[in-house]
């Protein structure tokens, strides 16, 4: 079977299929009829009846006994299928094969080879299958085919099996710590009329109900926090979040995020407990385990978390004062540093780049503090320097994997800073953020003082030291749609041109005789969209048809442009004029003056049947010299 097409082996199956049902098997029901335990209870009950459901590993048939391995999610065990047991349906074993769901009933015995096996009575079909699972030991290697269908992914690599099953205990274990701390989840909107609470590009979407643009949320701030303004001390959210940026090793534009607020508190205690909570995390989620290997650093979560000043560590490392620099000192050191930034950059974005050539050389854990006001547009200020903010920022190799802050709660001081980020915003800066009157009238009313924290699933993938997409079930990855038109090569395009034309004339000769018949044409211009690079870049797709460039004398083109008018080919004749002006009202003046005989060529593309565009074209040589 090994060597089946799997065209084949679908066919096989199905043939199958069918025979079940002539024996009146119903391959698809509802449930299993008898009650079940887990494989893995099976292997206590020694010499006893169990019944058990699973997947078919594997099917190795010896005459009158058939032996098969059978799996859940709690373990696999060996079975054991003879004839004398089985009488008639013994023969129903031939339909099905490895990948086929069924439930058995019999003894569990030990074989003489010691393996422990349930020596079976009886067994439903549930589920017959009629694709073949990949080879168990061959794995699935193309990483796109895993994350295309990580269901097959998880049926073959344990570790992927259990990783999102750590995955699932990670957000468990911040709802237990939560509960025991005192805090309330509470659910609140996915769709927003204006996004805020992070820098981000949101998605936008429309809601026809009331035809109007909303946007999905890039953080759940602004929402809980007017929970915190209606009366809730403790809340809380575990939910998705948007953000319509690029994909990385670290990013994916929909993610898992939490965020937590937390009133009469502020950063110092929220310092406190969200070391208590990721220590709590930790221990149930990977028990003792304190030191761990994450991007090509050794992070020890049982020692002391680092204190970082943002101030102290900018000085040393640049000698300048962040809280007080002018944008051309910034763009000076972002120079010098070699760090690449957008011409248009301001002094956050400056000053968040410096930051960051700083940051990705910190292994972590480490609390980065006192960070300045600019950068933080709803965070309190501190008291004692009020161009720093009472903000926390939580550093683990090399990366920031959490924020925490005093909140303002000052209504006039957030409308200056919100207005202050509308002005980035006009003036070009897309991750700016919006100016919400609605929550700033809120605030009018009165918040407590309030300590807030906001994290996301990229803590568990560093945990884990996987990539984003490795770290959630099923990634986002451009649609396979994309990849499956077939190419056409029965037709392709010509283009003649004017061998004595200057260089920059046959350039404006060519470009239009291509962009001009390629948009004329009726067949399809491309197989897709794009090309994709191996870290996902799409690359637009060229045409599909060859366009080959050939040169021919004037006299050559002239007849040439005859034969084409008579063949009912596509085709176009591009004259000097043509390179002399665009306004289709001069050009019409100046044709319809002139006869064809008096009307020169410099270039005729033609396209079509590669047949019949040869024999037009095959006695000019091609541009550049050869044939």
């Given at each position: ?45 020694m010499g006893r009846e169990v019944s058990a459901v699973g ?77 073949p699972m990949p080879n168990s030991w061959e794995g699935l ?368 000769t060519s470009g239009h005789l291509a962009a001009f018949l ?110």
């Amino acid at each position: 079977m090994a060597n089946q097409s799997l065209e084949n082996i679908r066919k096989d199956r199905l043939d199958k299929l069918e025979k079940l049902k002539l024996l009146g098997v119903n391959p698809y029901p509802s449930k299993y009829s008898r009650p079940r335990v887990p494989i893995a209870m099976t292997r206590d009950q020694m010499g006893r009846e169990v019944s058990a459901v699973g997947r078919l590993w594997s099917l190795r048939e010896h005459g009158n006994i058939v032996f098969a391995d059978l799996k859940d999610s709690s373990g696999k065990i060996q079975l054991f299928f003879q004839r004398n047991n089985l009488k008639d349906s013994f023969g129903i074993l031939k339909a099905l094969d490895a990948g086929d769901f069924i439930g058995v009933s019999g003894t569990v015995i030990k074989t003489d080879a010691g393996e422990t096996t349930i020596d079976v009575t009886s067994f439903e079909v549930l589920g017959k299958s009629l694709r073949p699972m990949p080879n168990s030991w061959e794995g699935l290697k193309d990483t796109e085919i895993r994350y295309r269908k990580r269901y097959l992914d998880m049926n073959i690599n344990p570790e992927v099996y259990q990783r999102f099953l750590r995955r699932s205990r990670f957000w468990d274990a911040h709802r237990e710590f939560f509960k025991k701390n005192g805090f309330v989840e509470i659910n609140i909107p996915v769709l927003e009329q204006i996004p805020g609470g992070g820098d981000a590009k949101p998605f936008v979407t429309h809601m026809d109900a009331i035809d109007q643009d909303f946007y999905l949320r890039i953080s759940q701030e602004l929402y809980l926090k007017r929970l915190i303004g209606g009366g809730y001390e403790k809340v809380y959210e575990i939910g998705p979040r948007f953000r319509n940026e690029g994909l990385s090793d670290e990013h994916l534009p929909e993610h898992i995020a939490m965020e937590c607020y937390w009133a009469y508190a502020d950063w110092k205690d929220g310092m406190k407990f969200i070391h208590d909570m990721f220590d709590f995390v930790i221990k149930v989620v990977y028990g003792d385990k304190k030191v761990f290997d994450i991007r090509g650093f050794k992070v020890d979560f049982g020692k002391e978390w680092e204190l970082i000043d943002f101030g102290q560590v900018m000085k040393k490392k640049y000698d300048l004062d962040v809280y007080n620099t002018p944008l051309s000192k910034l763009v000076e050191a972002l120079s010098q540093q070699r760090i690449l930034f957008e011409p248009n950059i301001n002094v956050p974005r400056a000053v968040d780049l410096l930051w960051k050539n700083i940051r990705k050389d910190i292994a972590g854990p480490a609390w980065l503090i006192n960070h300045p006001k600019f950068l933080s547009p709803l965070q309190k200020p501190n008291i004692a320097n009020p161009d720093m903010v009472e903000r926390i920022q939580w550093i683990v190799a090399g990366s920031e994997l959490g924020n925490g802050w005093s909140e303002v709660n000052d209504p006039i001081d957030q409308f200056e800073r919100f207005s202050e980020q509308q002005r980035l915003r006009d003036a070009g800066d897309q991750e700016a953020q919006w100016l919400d009157t609605d929550y700033v009238e809120m605030l009018e009313y009165g918040m407590p003082p309030t300590f807030g924290w906001g994290s996301s699933e990229r803590v568990f993938w560093f945990l884990e030291n996987v990539s984003a997409r490795e770290g959630v079930p099923f990634p986002q990855l451009r649609s396979e749609v994309n990849t499956k038109a077939k190419q056409d090569f029965s037709q392709k395009m010509v283009i003649v041109i004017d061998q004595d034309l200057p260089s920059w004339q046959v350039m404006n000769t060519s470009g239009h005789l291509a962009a001009f018949l390629g948009n004329k044409m009726k067949a399809p211009f491309d197989t897709g969209k794009f090309f994709l690079t191996k870290d996902e870049v799409p690359l637009p797709r060229n045409s599909q048809y060859a366009v080959i460039t050939l040169s021919a004398k004037k006299v050559e083109l002239k007849k040439l442009l005859a034969d084409v008018q008579k063949s009912g080919l596509l085709y176009l004749a591009y004259i000097p004029e043509m390179m002399q002006t665009t306004d289709d009202k001069k050009l019409e003046n100046i044709v319809k003056l002139k006869d064809l005989d008096d009307i020169e060529v410099v270039g005729v593309s033609i396209f079509g049947p590669v047949e019949k565009v040869e024999q037009l074209t095959s006695k000019f040589t091609l541009w550049g010299g050869g044939k």
